[in-house]
């Protein structure tokens, strides 16, 4: 299959009808669609070439960043998705084609005027170490002019929003951080002068994984709060699949191989290059959006305390299931029941059977109840509301059934991408 990107279609009008047909599947953990938003950056034919007669680093890159969405470059070491990025703020001259920064054209401007548009976050942080932390987190607006009551006040608020408490950290100097620390201060950094676009270049790689993994989630979370245009460039298709409203895939010299939402290029890698980067595992990354409240739950055989050994034993004979779920007296899942449980009389069923662990709500994810499966001796997950009271049963069969659905959604998807891409060419072949 040829390469496929939701914003490769030439039709401007056959892509608004892709979209509105495609609306994405029920239960989605984010149904927001990126591309919704206006264009916040436009890289048009954007290409660098370091020696003449040499390949390009980055070869007529032609991209749309849209506002608020955080856009996750990821690709094999040597790519060019770093590059990519320091082309975004000048700080690598393009060799040709075009930025268009919020619409206007910041190709030949003053490459200091638009890095003051831009935040920049990097691996290793860069804070100065004979500055104190305010005095870091301060820079840019030093810079621009601010005078030091408003500089000190917007330190203390962005310490404060990426959870360092300015009383206590605003004297010390970096080599009194911790790794962690240090990120979030970097991330402060990048947003004093509240700048409408982010830059990331592998923030959180130099970072323990449990520190990395905390980043992440607090960066979300501020995300959320602030609405920033992201580019955030990694080498790790799993720390892309988390962060990313959409993931650019790339080859070498930062030709795209596929742009998408995390969700659609995992149910359906457009190409063999796509489907080994990406790795084993894809399908079941992609549980991670969709939700429990999404599925269809049919009705499982359910007992409680006061429900005689026969009836129990007819119950099961009369269901496809091997199991019976036994609820407490106030409508909570206890343990479950089989044929040899219900064989036992030495005990009343309350006393008997596995207890039952394997719990979700219903806002969990499927990738939490799988992993509520595989902890669970009957091979299920329960789903509870939020007041413990039993609410249904998830079995691998349904986790199949959305795997499937999954993928028929995202196939289609791209059907109908190439089927538009034909009618644009068509169109516009007739009319030259």
Same mark, same amino acid.
């Given at each position: 299959?040829?390469?496929?990107?939701?914003?490769?279609?030439?039709?401007?009008?056959?892509?608004? /009808?892709?979209?509105?047909?495609?609306?994405?599947?029920?239960?989605?953990? #984010?149904?927001?669609? *990126?591309?919704?938003? *206006?264009?916040?950056?436009?890289?048009?034919?954007?290409?660098?070439?370091?020696?003449?007669?040499?390949?390009?680093?980055?070869?007529?890159?032609?991209?749309?960043?849209?506002?608020?969405?955080?856009?996750? !470059?990821?690709?094999?070491?040597?790519?060019?998705? #770093?590059?990519?990025?320091?082309? @975004?703020?000048?700080?690598?001259? *393009?060799?040709?084609?075009?930025?268009?920064?919020?619409?206007?054209?910041?190709?030949? @401007?003053?490459?200091?005027?638009?890095?003051?548009?831009?935040?920049?976050?990097?691996?290793?942080?860069?804070?100065?170490?004979?500055?104190? @932390?305010?005095?870091?987190?301060?820079?840019?607006?030093?810079?621009?002019?601010?005078?030091?009551?408003?500089?000190?006040?917007?330190?203390?608020?962005?310490?404060?929003?990426?959870?360092?408490?300015?009383?206590?950290?605003?004297?010390?100097?970096?080599?009194?951080?911790?790794?962690?620390?240090?990120?979030?201060?970097?991330?402060?950094?990048?947003?004093?002068?509240?700048?409408?676009?982010?830059?990331?270049?592998?923030?959180?790689?130099?970072?323990?994984? @449990?520190?990395?993994?905390?980043?992440?989630?607090?960066?979300?979370?501020?995300?959320?709060?602030?609405?920033?245009?992201?580019?955030?460039?990694?080498?790790?298709?799993?720390?892309?699949?988390?962060?990313?409203?959409?993931?650019?895939?790339?080859?070498?010299?930062?030709?795209?191989?596929?742009?998408?939402?995390?969700?659609?290029? !995992?149910?359906?890698?457009?190409?063999?290059?796509?489907?080994?980067?990406?790795? #084993?595992?894809?399908?079941?990354?992609?549980?991670?959006?969709?939700?429990?409240?999404?599925?269809?739950?049919?009705?499982?055989?359910?007992?409680?305390?006061?429900?005689?050994?026969?009836? /129990?034993?007819?119950?099961?004979?009369?269901?496809?299931?091997?199991?019976?779920? !036994?609820?407490?007296?106030?409508?909570?899942?206890?343990?479950?029941?089989?044929?040899?449980?219900?064989?036992?009389?030495?005990?009343?069923?309350?006393?008997?059977?596995?207890?039952?662990?394997?719990?979700?709500?219903?806002?969990?994810?499927?990738?939490?109840?799988?992993?509520?499966?595989?902890?669970?001796?009957?091979?299920?997950?329960?789903?509870?509301?939020?007041?413990?009271?039993?609410?249904?049963?998830?079995?691998?069969?349904? !986790?199949?059934?959305?795997?499937?659905?999954?993928?028929?959604?995202?196939?289609?998807?791209?059907?109908?991408?190439?089927?538009?891409?034909?009618?644009?060419?068509?169109?516009?072949?007739?009319?030259?």
């Amino acid at each position: 299959m040829s390469e496929m990107t939701t914003d490769s279609m030439g039709a401007t009008d056959a892509t608004d /009808a892709i979209d509105a047909m495609d609306a994405g599947p029920a239960g989605m953990v #984010s149904d927001r669609d *990126p591309t919704d938003a *206006p264009v916040m950056i436009h890289l048009d034919g954007v290409e660098k070439i370091y020696t003449p007669g040499a390949d390009p680093a980055v070869e007529k890159l032609t991209l749309d960043i849209h506002k608020g969405e955080i856009l996750v !470059l990821v690709g094999p070491s040597g790519c060019g998705k #770093s590059t990519t990025l320091r082309l @975004i703020n000048r700080m690598i001259e *393009p060799t040709s084609g075009r930025i268009i920064f919020d619409g206007e054209d910041v190709t030949d @401007i003053d490459p200091n005027e638009l890095r003051r548009r831009i935040g920049y976050v990097i691996q290793r942080i860069g804070l100065f170490p004979h500055q104190t @932390i305010a005095e870091n987190v301060g820079t840019v607006p030093r810079l621009l002019g601010w005078d030091a009551k408003r500089t000190r006040t917007r330190t203390d608020e962005l310490l404060d929003l990426v959870g360092l408490d300015p009383s206590e950290y605003r004297d010390r100097y970096p080599k009194e951080l911790s790794g962690g620390q240090a990120q979030r201060v970097g991330v402060a950094r990048a947003l004093a002068a509240d700048p409408p676009v982010m830059l990331m270049d592998e923030p959180f790689g130099a970072v323990d994984p @449990i520190t990395r993994d905390r980043l992440q989630n607090e960066f979300l979370r501020l995300q959320a709060e602030v609405q920033k245009t992201i580019v955030f460039v990694t080498h790790d298709i799993d720390e892309a699949v988390k962060m990313g409203d959409r993931i650019a895939i790339l080859r070498e010299r930062s030709i795209v191989a596929q742009l998408d939402t995390p969700a659609r290029i !995992l149910a359906y890698p457009v190409d063999d290059f796509v489907d080994d980067f990406i790795g #084993s595992g894809s399908t079941l990354k992609g549980l991670h959006f969709e939700r429990v409240s999404g599925l269809d739950i049919p009705e499982y055989p359910v007992v409680r305390r006061d429900t005689s050994r026969e009836d /129990a034993r007819r119950l099961l004979e009369a269901s496809d299931n091997r199991w019976l779920l !036994l609820l407490d007296e106030r409508g909570r899942p206890a343990r479950w029941l089989n044929d040899t449980h219900l064989a036992d009389t030495s005990r009343p069923l309350h006393e008997i059977g596995p207890v039952v662990r394997a719990l979700v709500e219903r806002n969990a994810t499927l990738h939490d109840a799988l992993e509520a499966m595989i902890t669970s001796s009957a091979g299920q997950a329960v789903i509870v509301e939020r007041d413990g009271t039993y609410a249904g049963v998830v079995q691998i069969e349904l !986790l199949t059934e959305v795997i499937g659905r999954m993928r028929q959604e995202a196939r289609k998807h791209y059907e109908r991408l190439e089927a538009a891409q034909e009618s644009g060419a068509s169109s516009s072949g007739s009319g030259a």
